[in-house]
């Protein structure tokens, strides 16, 4: 167990609609990482937050969106789903900039 | 940006030792990760270089030399529970993004 929790585990969803993924870092990290695994593709990187505040972009659509709350948990909220949208998505946390980080299970996601 | 590269997949005997490559080009560096993922599970954090050499931790050892772009994972005494993804991952100079590679699946055969 990492220390990093994603709910839900699973969702899914239709086409065009709207979900929020949820991720609490471990305790004391300030940093957050979101990632998007498709089928048997690598991580891809979407966003990070450091304390509130976003700090890197990816590749991430204009459909999708995050935010760090100021209790450190995390949100993403992917919108006008569409089935290429399926995927695994990754919360990860890491004390600063410099440390390792720790992922979450994954939420996987599957629209229909 | 970042590119990174690491082979797609590999096959190893039990009890053998593996080396997973990993070249890797990038705008700025501030630290490279290995990383090992099941299948279906999250990616479990093994090693981290930030300074040329040999790191060693039990059955896993790293490698990294900056100069060269160049890192690898060596794997000794391999045991079948390694069957698994090895993921390269390099994290930028502003210590912000952490931005992989597309992993190398390992296969351990008895």
């Known amino acids: 167990d990492s220390g990093v929790t994603q709910t839900p585990k699973h969702l899914i969803t239709a086409t065009g609609q709207r979900v929020t993924l949820r991720c609490s870092p471990r305790?004391?990290?300030?940093?957050v990482y979101w990632y998007q695994q498709s089928l048997d593709q690598g991580l891809q990187f979407l966003i990070q937050?450091?304390?509130?505040?976003?700090?890197a972009k990816g590749n991430i659509l204009e459909r999708f969106s995050a935010q760090q709350f100021p209790d450190l948990h995390s949100e993403l909220n992917l919108s006008s789903l569409e089935l290429g949208d399926s995927a695994l998505y990754f919360c990860?946390?890491?004390?600063?900039?410099?440390?390792?980080?720790?992922f979450g299970q994954g939420t996987r996601l599957t629209v229909v | 940006g970042q590119n990174i590269d690491q082979p797609t997949e590999m096959t190893a005997t039990e009890g053998a030792i593996v080396q997973i490559n990993c070249t890797y080009q990038t705008s700025g560096f501030n630290g490279l990760f290995w990383y090992q993922q099941h299948a279906g599970e999250a990616p479990t954090f093994l090693s981290y270089?930030?300074?040329?050499g040999l790191e060693e931790k039990g059955r896993f050892s790293s490698f990294l030399s900056r100069s060269k772009g160049y890192s690898y994972l060596l794997l000794k005494e391999l045991q079948m529970k390694d069957s698994a993804s090895y993921l390269c991952?390099?994290?930028?100079?502003?210590?912000?993004?952490?931005?992989f590679g597309g992993g190398t699946r390992l296969m351990v055969k008895p």
């Open positions: 937050y450091y304390n509130g505040e976003e700090r």
């Open positions: 270089n930030v300074l040329d």
């Open positions: 991952a390099v994290r930028d100079n502003a210590g912000n993004m952490l931005t």
């Open positions: 305790s004391g990290d300030l940093s």
């Open positions: 990860a946390s890491s004390v600063g900039q410099i440390s390792e980080a720790f």
